[in-house]
C-alpha cells in the first residue's frame, strides 16, 4: 500500500527549513537549494510544493506568525482576569527573546520584504492589529487610568514588550528585568496593579 503523505506537514517543514535560513543568513542567504539542503529534501520536492523563492517565503510569513500567535496563546492559558492576562501577553512577547529566537530573527529580516510585498505586509499588518486589539481591549477591561486612552497605549505597551525581546535577545537585559519594566508601565496605568517581578510565582523565563 503507498505510504500516506501528510502535504501540509510537508510544506510545513520546508517552510520552517526556510524560517532558519531567514534567522542565520538572512533573506539574501535563502534559495530553493539551500532551503532544500536545510530541510533534508531533493531541490525538486521544494519545487512541487512551491512555485519559487517568493512563494516559499510568503509560505514562511504565515508559519511565522501561527509560530508566535502559538506562543502567545500559550502563555496566557491559565491567567486570570484582563490584568494578569494583558501582563502574559506582553511577556510573552518579551519572551520571544529565548523561547523564539529563530521566529524573532526571521520575523526581523522579513520586514525589509514587507515593504515591498503587499502580500506579506497584509498578514504583519493583520497580525500586529490583531495584537494590538486584544492588547487595547484587555487594558479597557482591567480599569485603567481615568487619563488613560487604550488604543494608544496598546500601541506603546507593544512597541515596549517588541523592544524589550530584542534587547532580551540581544543579551542587553535579562527576562526578568524586561518584566520590571513590563511591571513599571502597568502600575502607572492600572492602578492598584502591585510591583511582580520578584515574586517567584510570576510567569517569567529565567535570563
Do not use: W
Request: negative net charge; hydrophobic residues 45%.
Amino acid at each position: 500500500m503507498p505510504k500516506q503523505v501528510d502535504h501540509a506537514a510537508r510544506r510545513e517543514e520546508i517552510a520552517q527549513a526556510a524560517l532558519r535560513l531567514c534567522a542565520r543568513d538572512g533573506l539574501a542567504g535563502v534559495t530553493i537549494g539551500q532551503v532544500a539542503q536545510e530541510a533534508g529534501v531533493s531541490k525538486g520536492l521544494v519545487q512541487h510544493y512551491f512555485a519559487g523563492k517568493a512563494d516559499l517565503l510568503r509560505a514562511s510569513a504565515q508559519v511565522l506568525r501561527g509560530e508566535i500567535e502559538r506562543q502567545v496563546r500559550d502563555a496566557v492559558r491559565d491567567a486570570h482576569g484582563p490584568a494578569e492576562t494583558l501582563r502574559c501577553v506582553l511577556l510573552a512577547i518579551v519572551e520571544l527573546g529565548v523561547t523564539a529566537v529563530v521566529p524573532l530573527l526571521a520575523g526581523h529580516a522579513f520586514v525589509s520584504m514587507a515593504v515591498a510585498d503587499p502580500e506579506i505586509r497584509a498578514l504583519y499588518r493583520a497580525g500586529g492589529d490583531g495584537v494590538h486589539r486584544e492588547i487595547a481591549a484587555l487594558l479597557a477591561a482591567a480599569g485603567p487610568a481615568g487619563d488613560v486612552d487604550p488604543g494608544a497605549e496598546a500601541h506603546a505597551l507593544l512597541g515596549l514588550a517588541r523592544g524589550l525581546a530584542d534587547g532580551v535577545l540581544l543579551g542587553e537585559l535579562g527576562v526578568g528585568d524586561a518584566a520590571a519594566i513590563v511591571d513599571h508601565h502597568l502600575r502607572r496605568i492600572l492602578p492598584g496593579v502591585p510591583a511582580r517581578s520578584d515574586d517567584p510565582s510570576s510567569p517569567r523565563v529565567s535570563g
